[in-house]
């Protein structure tokens, strides 16, 4: 009989399917955009949201952007999808694509604080004053230097988002405009819309025009006795600074994130989204002081984690808590940006399942590109469109997120630890251009949120400002919204809220069972006070021990593991995540007061029988393997029967794989070509050699106008049968290959930007060249924002009008690459500096490290085959050690299965004594085509635009120099 819970979680699992970024980057049409919709379709998206960014060729909020937004809204209905919006062109969201920015009333308003030998005047002189011996006071024109100085200063890129009445402006330039163009479709087809990063002015401490009369009505004293605390120290400086950052917070929900909710409630439709730089204190105070309030005005609360790297689990905590308390079934996070185009599956499903075990059930792929031309490859990689050579394998990674995130929406979570969030003692020391302010209560609390996850107890975070409204103690309970706690931990910090306090002091004389990791707080919202009476009566560690679901290895906690409980119709669901490359094996998770479990495949949405033992307390301990990057989901379910327990036998030994493989089919190589001399008169003079990189930076900062020509070399020692050559189109106003014209004959899918000729019959041996001609310029736009004082919005919805370029060959070839040149470097990468000669083909290939045998460049499968011998008693497991993103294997003919998300598969099903074929397909990224090639780190795990580009690094007398730039090449191993 189908479980009612494994029922209900099928049927509805289709909408968490992922929502990706599409990245609206180049002139749109609406076939290639129904194409694309039908490709998302296909590798299991249920959705998208049009997002429209750098490189941008349509005009933005024009009638041919809403005719690209209706063909896709109509796509997608067709597909079943949903067809959300992004409010803006680019990022952060709030200035309408620019067009508020034209009226300077609008703009966005910061303080400086600066120390002056003379008395300031000026119309932007907001205060100036005397502090000596700790004291501060207003100064006269007659004192004696020095002066502190704080002025007001105006960003004209970026707009004032503590006032609701900008807000209003941005909502009719955006959101009533959809909504009078879509039409029927609005709040249905079209759901709604994603917010991005908005804030109220990272770059430097905020300010507006209203500060002052909110500041004097909320605190009743003026601002200007606070604007001193903002830069300086002195006696009564940090609760001064306290005041200051809950006013701005506090605006900044009030007059941003709320006006846009209740407009989506009142027009039918759901806003969606994330703020800024969640993760940490120190990143909220740059952004809004407190990132959980936000998510009272979303209906679907959203995160965003950037890097390819798993740090603690603050994030996505802070927004699961804000879900359970306010009833959210949906919890979105943007993800794997910055990751890096050689980021592995496996490395993925750790980052998102390590959200997943945290409070997020729903994804946002970032990205997924229109177009990788020019600028727009090196938009934060990786990418997750039909560029990708990994693509395909997609379906099955987000068949397992759309399954994982409905089970993780079933029911409650069963949390009952509160923890009180520490964000408004950050207020008391933040001061933005003093790098270790808060670095204190950041260490402590990146060690709490640590020991919680490391130790799988359940728990939330309770946002004061949240708990004003929605707190309450219930006997030796505390309420938050739709959420019990039956303990309280407070973090190891100087202050806590008024009403926190109060709360704290009814729970305590109820029985409530209080944890202070430090000493008791000495203030009050922010000033001293008195708080001995509150005491802690339970430590950190008789949590763990008593938690109700247990996680041990041996006895002691499972660091690796990151756990999430829910509970459904009196039945619990456990995901236990494995989220380092360590393996977790041995492990025992105990179920107090359980009579059975089984366990339910992700993929599947099947059960399996789990092995365990029934214990004389009740409990039920289940035998638990996490291998690395593994997971598991373990639902309850008082009627199953339990294997017998069984101790873990570790990994089994791998069989020694063949060093040299037969291809089964030649592989389309590549030499990309990124080094090229520079002529601007006809081609009469040429420069020497240089970086693309340089040439492209020397010509901005020249503003350089006319014609140009790019000669790229290379060495051919053996003319290839079947060559082409590539480029990217738009830009390019004529080709030559050794002097004579090339017309393109079609072009490298997906991607018609990438036009391609037939090169071989026009090669010859020895030295080969590649001419490009361009008509080069740019608008005067394009060097205001990169040359002025602007924040990132304008930059990131920029449009180059011409884009110089890598050249690439590709063909049946070697590229010649001298493997005793080549080194290890840190990671997986491949450090190189030497020559790259075209060579010729050959049939064998060392399927361990094709970077050494002659596909240095390559980003693609390879299917190989080779014997192997095998009697009974041999290790029978294929266990690849290379670099790869997936894998499939075939023994004998017949499909043994893939290395994907687990990194081994057992073929003793399909080995016979004696000689077996073993036949592999693999396939890798872009990394080792796109790059970076030049970084001082071979490998970067954070990268974006800047790492490819080097834009504005380049100096010296002639733009030749660069101290981030490595002449040597950097790869990363590819291989199995």
């Known amino acids: 009989m189908e479980d009612r819970i494994l029922e209900r979680i099928r049927v509805e699992a289709p909408g968490y399917g992922p929502l990706p970024f599409w990245s609206w980057n180049d002139r749109l049409e609406p076939e290639e955009l129904r194409r694309q919709i039908r490709n998302m379709k296909e590798i299991g998206m249920n959705g998208f949201f049009m997002h429209a960014r750098g490189g941008l060729e349509t005009e933005y909020l024009s009638d041919e952007w809403f005719e690209a937004v209706a063909a896709s809204v109509d796509e997608a209905k067709k597909c079943g999808m949903e067809a959300w919006s992004y409010d803006e062109n680019g990022w952060p969201s709030g200035f309408a694509g620019g067009a508020l920015l034209h009226d300077e009333d609008n703009l966005a308003r910061y303080l400086v604080g600066e120390v002056a030998k003379e008395y300031p005047t000026g119309g932007d002189v907001l205060g100036v004053y005397i502090i000596r011996d700790g004291v501060c006071r207003a100064a006269q024109a007659g004192d004696e230097p020095p002066f502190s100085v704080v002025r007001e200063r105006t960003d004209p890129s970026y707009v004032d988002t503590l006032r609701t009445d ?104 759901r806003v969606t989204g994330h703020a800024i730089e969640e993760g940490s204190l120190g990143g909220q105070m740059l952004g809004c002081a407190g990132i959980m309030p936000f998510y009272q005005y979303e209906h679907i609360p959203g995160v965003d984690y950037l890097g390819r790297w798993v740090s603690n689990d603050m994030s996505p905590r802070q927004l699961g808590s804000v879900c359970a308390q306010i009833g959210r079934k949906k919890a979105l996070t943007e993800t794997f940006a910055c990751c890096g185009w050689d980021v592995s599956p496996q490395e993925l499903k750790r980052i998102a399942e390590m959200q997943y075990a945290g409070g997020v059930n729903l994804m946002c792929h970032h990205l997924y590109p229109y177009s990788e031309r020019g600028q727009r490859k090196r938009d934060y990689p990786a990418h997750y469109s039909a560029h990708n050579p990994w693509q395909p394998w997609l379906k099955r990674f987000n068949r397992h997120f759309t399954n994982l995130g409905r089970i993780l929406s079933e029911g409650e979570e069963d949390a009952s630890v509160l923890v009180i969030h520490p964000i408004r003692a950050a207020y008391c020391d933040y001061k933005r251009k003093v790098g270790d302010c808060i670095a204190a209560l950041e260490a402590n609390t990146d060690a709490l949120v640590r020991f919680l996850g490391e130790h799988q107890i359940q728990y939330h975070f309770g946002d004061e400002g949240m708990m004003e409204t929605l707190a309450a103690v219930e006997g030796a309970s505390i309420r938050v919204g739709l959420c019990r706690y039956d303990t309280v931990v407070v973090p190891k910090m100087r202050t806590l809220s008024a009403n926190t306090v109060r709360l704290l002091r009814e729970y305590q004389k109820n029985g409530g069972r209080l944890c202070f990791v430090g000493a008791v707080p000495e203030e009050v919202d922010g000033r001293a006070a008195d708080l001995s009476d509150l005491t802690g009566n339970i430590s950190l560690d008789a949590l763990e021990r008593e938690s109700s679901v247990r996680l041990t290895r041996e006895g002691a906690n499972v660091p690796e593991v990151r756990m999430r409980v829910r509970a459904s119709e009196g039945r619990r669901i456990v995901f236990a995540a494995n989220i380092t490359e360590h393996d977790a094996l041995g492990t025992e998770l105990r179920l107090c007061a359980c009579r059975g479990a089984v366990g339910v495949n992700i993929e599947t949405l099947e059960e399996y029988p789990l092995c365990g033992r029934r214990e004389e307390d009740g409990s039920l301990v289940v035998c638990l393997d996490l291998p690395q990057s593994a997971s598991a989901v373990i639902l309850e379910d008082p009627d199953a029967a339990l294997l017998p327990p069984r101790v873990s036998a570790g990994r089994a030994p791998a069989i020694a794989l063949p060093e040299i493989w037969t291809l089964d089919a030649p592989v389309t190589n590549t030499l990309v070509m990124d080094r090229v001399s520079v002529s601007t008169d006809g081609g009469k003079t040429w420069t020497e050699p240089r970086p693309l990189e340089r040439v492209r930076d020397n010509l901005l900062a020249q503003r350089y106008r006319g014609p140009l020509a790019l000669r790229y070399a290379f060495t051919v020692e053996t003319i290839p049968a079947s060559a082409s050559l590539v480029w990217e189109s738009p830009s390019v106003r004529g080709v030559t290959l050794n002097g004579h014209p090339l017309t393109a004959d079609g072009y490298l899918e997906p991607d018609p930007a990438f036009s391609r000729a037939d090169a071989a019959p026009r090669l010859c041996l020895g030295e080969n060249e590649v001419i490009l001609t361009f008509d080069y310029y740019q608008r005067q736009l394009v060097y205001d924002v990169l040359f002025g004082n602007l924040m990132e919005s304008m930059r990131n919805c920029l449009c180059f009008d011409t884009e110089l370029e890598n050249v690439y060959l590709i063909g049946d070839f070697r590229v010649g690459a001298d493997a005793a040149k080549m080194r290890d470097g840190e990671r997986s990468s491949v450090i190189y500096d030497g020559a790259f000669p075209i060579t010729a083909p050959r049939a064998e290939i060392a399927v361990h490290d094709l970077v050494r045998d002659g596909f240095p460049f390559y980003g693609g499968p390879v299917a190989a085959h080779a014997v192997l011998r095998w009697k009974p008693g041999d290790p029978t497991v294929f266990r690849p050690q290379g670099r790869f993103a997936a894998a499939e294997i075939f023994v004998n003919g017949q499909a043994a299965g893939a290395v994907f998300f687990d990194d081994e598969v057992d073929l003793a099903p399909y080995l016979r004594e004696g000689e077996n074929e073993l036949r592999v397909r693999f396939v890798n990224s872009l990394r080792n085509t796109a790059g970076p090639f030049h970084r001082g780190d071979p490998e970067p795990t954070g990268v974006g635009p800047r790492t490819f580009s080097y834009e504005r690094s380049w100096g010296g007398s002639d733009g030749a120099e660069c101290g981030d730039y490595y002449p040597r090449y950097a790869f990363v191993k590819y291989g199995i």
């Open 166 to 269: 900008i807000t209003e402006k941005f909502l009719r330039v955006t959101h009533e405009e959809y909504r009078r163009r879509v039409g029927a479709d609005f709040g249905g087809a079209m759901p709604g819309f994603f917010t991005d990063e908005p804030q109220y002015y990272r770059y430097a401490s905020p300010y507006s025009k209203i500060l002052p009369a909110r500041f004097e009505e909320k605190y009743g004293h003026p601002l200007a006795d606070a604007l001193p605390a903002v830069f300086w120290d002195f006696e009564g400086a940090s609760s001064l600074r306290y005041e200051y950052y809950l006013l701005l917070h506090e605006l900044f929900i009030r007059s941003f994130i709320r006006p846009i909710y209740e407009w989506c409630e009142r027009n039918g439709c």
